[in-house]
DNA sequence: AACTAATACATGTATATACATATAAATTAA
DNA sequence: TTAATTTATATGTATATACATGTATTAGTT
């Protein structure tokens, strides 16, 4: 779907303008489609993506604040969001014994097993979505990051 | 910056699944830059955007759903954006004549002139932020357009 | 006309973002 | 070694998203 009809309006100053809106009504688009496929697992998309930092790292053990500065959102309430999944009983809270400031994390069983579940279920969701071939992909990845170049 | 180094990792299925993540943190910083113009404003994202959408048919008035369909995130909740705005007296509800079911919203005096002051600033940091020029714009827009084809 | 269904909005709840502040532990300075 | 500073996390508050439910009004059906 065009911008355009998304957002009902053609009045753009410009095409950098537009893409600025593009990117975000895209992201919306994406995210809505990810947190569809995750709701079976009672999962939202923000408790998913710390799980995968979890995974990534696994089974080495990771603190808050290392989660933090991988996630995609850099406001995110990490500890907010560690709750959750605490009383869901997907993750495991401890003190570290080398900093005892530091909150370290670590994927229980049933948070190995429903990660997998979800990513599978995920990657077939996006495998279908995405029409854009590894060219256009790759083109659209270097846009996107000339456009953050003045990033501080 | 590259996404590897914004999100601490390399571990990339392909460029495709490397691309929707680059949306999404694309998406975050764009958000943060602009929340951070509006600060001095006392607006956040969501009710610039309300009070754009507003400004794009004044003076002809428009309903809360009417308002809802042009937003960017389409699960914006407008009447409580709408309470906000209507706290700082930025804008004003009136029960529609021709169909009292329908909440028809208006641009106060004051809205205006904030809204007029607001976007000046905005432009101004997102003319500096532009790095693109209209051909990679437009070149991105396609791009975007076309990772969204199959959308409902 | 009375009943049913649909529509528009408001409101409630859970979770998240954004940011400020509090608290405890570690590091540095005096 | 004590005091001050920094760091890591937790917690508080306002606003937003996501979605369900309630309420009033309109439209449609019988």
């Known amino acids: 779907m065009k911008l355009e009809q998304a957002i009902q309006s053609n009045k753009f100053?410009?095409?950098?303008q537009k893409a600025a809106l593009n990117v975000l009504y895209t992201a919306w688009w994406l995210k809505t489609?990810?947190?569809k496929g995750l709701k079976e697992f009672g999962l939202t998309h923000e408790q998913y993506n710390v799980l995968r930092i979890l995974k990534g790292k696994y089974p080495?053990?990771?603190c808050v604040r290392d989660i933090a500065c991988r996630m995609i959102?850099?406001?995110?309430?990490v500890p907010r969001i560690v709750d959750r999944l605490?009383?869901?009983k997907l993750v495991k809270r401890t003190t570290s014994q080398f900093d005892k400031r530091e909150t370290?994390?670590?994927l229980t069983q049933s948070g190995i097993l429903l990660l997998e579940a979800s990513t599978k279920s995920i990657d077939q969701n996006m495998e279908t979505l995405s029409v854009l071939?590894?060219?256009?992909?790759a083109q659209l990845n270097k846009l996107l990051e000339k456009m953050r170049s003045l990033e501080e």
């Open 104 to 106: 370290v994390i670590t």
């Open 86 to 88: 605490e009383i869901k």
């Open 133 to 137: 071939n590894e060219t256009e992909s």
């Open 13 to 16: 100053k410009n095409e950098t």
């Open 33 to 35: 489609s990810m947190s």
């Open 73 to 77: 959102e850099k406001n995110s309430n």
């Open 60 to 62: 080495e053990q990771i």
